[in-house]
């Protein structure tokens, strides 16, 4: 479950959704696209997902991807 204000950015040329997650609904472990190593339980972090619809809001959510918060900023 995510929660939080979901909000638009724009990076690399494109908008995506991006919506945090808190330490306690951080109940599995993801690997960042940032850095390529473990975004792990209990860990704040946020959920990024393109907003530009190209492939359906469907396809866009299964596409979400988990960030270590800083990993994300640096982008
Ligand atoms: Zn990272």
Do not use: N
Request: net charge positive; hydrophobic share 35%.
């Amino acid at each position: 479950m995510i929660a939080g204000f979901k909000r638009t950015e724009v990076r690399r040329g494109q908008e995506w959704y991006v919506q945090p997650v808190s330490e306690h609904q951080a109940q599995k472990e993801y690997t960042c696209p940032g850095c390529g190593r473990i975004v792990g339980v209990g860990v704040s972090h946020l959920v990024a997902w393109r907003a530009d619809g190209v492939l359906g809001d469907t396809a866009d959510l299964g596409a979400r991807r988990h960030w270590h918060t800083h990993c994300w900023r640096i982008s």
